[in-house]
């Protein structure tokens, strides 16, 4: 039977990644997601590794979703908040991990609002680790979720026009997007106000920048829209949210007034009523509640992947 | 290099087995059969293409069903998953698994795990192209065998088939 590897260690971004291994990834998740059909929607493949949920971030959707993604393939799990932690008694970031993985921790799936958090562990401890977000970096996991979801609905990615709106200087959404959708041949637009898409971003990414929201919705395939991350504005960048809304909101009457029918996607949290409303994002066209879906399956071919082999590489 | 079968064999081989399935369950009216992705499923499709022209107008229930996350070897590599086909249920049926070369036994184990995630089969059977005997690994054995063969562990077995290969036969490689 062919074997394949993918060519990093780590998931810390998909900036790392080949688009060979990004194709791993999502073909794996297919066939995860075909397990997620069963009546036993469990697979053994893990049952050898212990998974650390590090998580120094609130989180839902991505803590829930890998949870249930390590469960599913029959891995130990210990969730470690920081807030509830010894962290809040001053304990160094290496510290606590160390001290995780003297328990005989295989890998370590973390979050944490300092941007390249991860990839400092990863040069410190022998843990495979999947970066679930870092400050205003990455977040892999997302971005390949996104990318399924279009390849599922279109078939493919290459040629496809996404366009990214809202938040792009603050999103780690976004930025994993924009690496991911550039390998695999989609084009990609980002989309909001001045103020919020970085000035470098045009040239560093060869993507499309467009400050007039029909426009962008226009144009695109798909909408992938972000949220206003209330939690990472320290300085005034728009006046209000419901300037905001009025100028960047998207509703159902506006993806009427469009000559095609495009795909909206959200990763959650939604604002409703700032960056997307009610009416479009429970209408038709909306893909929220699948991409959620398609979460847990990519997270089990991310964690899959990376923990085979192993006695191999060590 | 030897060949063991060539296309001819191998034709009557499968139409032997086909009979011999029917022999043990009549009219397949509570039996699936249920290849084991990817190489097994050559010699399933062969076998079930038998089953139907011996059977006109019955329904003969296939499916594919691929082992790769239920491997004992993960910490030793990764293998490409292949797609699972089961679009009925295995609850209370007799299941015969077919695969092309039985060596070790562990993909047999891996199969009979992954079947209970489809449900609890009443009876599970195996079928064999190639039996390679005395080489087992676990206390698997197959019910039905295309051809036993002796065989150390240095060497291997390999099956063309049409469709993939351009040419359809065994052959026994020395390394």
Known sequence: MPEMQLSVKHLLGIRDLTPQDIKIILDTAVQFKDVLQRRIKKVPSLQDITVVNLFYENSTRTRISFELAEKRLSADIINFSASASSVTKGETLLDTVNNILSMKVDMVVMRHSATGAPHFLAKHIPAAIINAGDGINEHPTQALLDAFSIREKFGTLEGKKIAIIGDIMHSRVALSNIYLLKKMGAEVMVAGPPTLIPKYLKEAFDVQVEYNLKKALQWCDVANVLRIQLERQNQVLFSSLREYSLAYGINKALLDSLDKEIVIMHPGPINRGVELDSDAADSRQSIILQQVENGVAVRMAALYLLAGGREVNN | ?175
Request: proline letters at 4%; one cysteine or more; aromatic letters at 6%.
């Open chain 2, 1 to 175: 290099m030897k060949t063991l079968l060539n296309e001819q064999q191998i034709e009557i081989i499968i139409k032997r087995l086909g009979h011999q399935v029917l022999e043990n369950h009549v009219d397949l009216k509570d039996t699936v059969l249920i290849g084991i992705q990817p190489r097994g499923i050559f010699v399933s499709d062969q076998l079930v293409r038998e089953l139907r022209s011996l059977l006109p107008g019955q329904q003969v229930n296939y499916g594919k069903l691929d082992i790769t996350f239920f491997r004992d070897d993960i910490a030793k590599g990764i293998h490409i998953p292949n797609h699972t086909e089961i679009p009925f249920s295995i609850e209370n049926k007799n299941v015969v698994l077919i695969d092309d070369v039985l060596y070790t036994g562990r993909t047999i184990r891996a199969a009979m795990d992954a079947l209970n995630s489809f449900g609890r089969p009443a009876k599970v059977e195996l079928c064999i192209l190639i039996d390679r005997r005395f080489s087992r690994q676990l206390p698997i054995q197959p019910d039905y065998v295309g051809r036993a063969i002796d065989s150390i562990v240095s060497q291997k077995v390999k099956v063309y088939w049409k469709e993939r290969d351009n040419r359809q036969e065994v052959v026994l490689l020395e390394h």
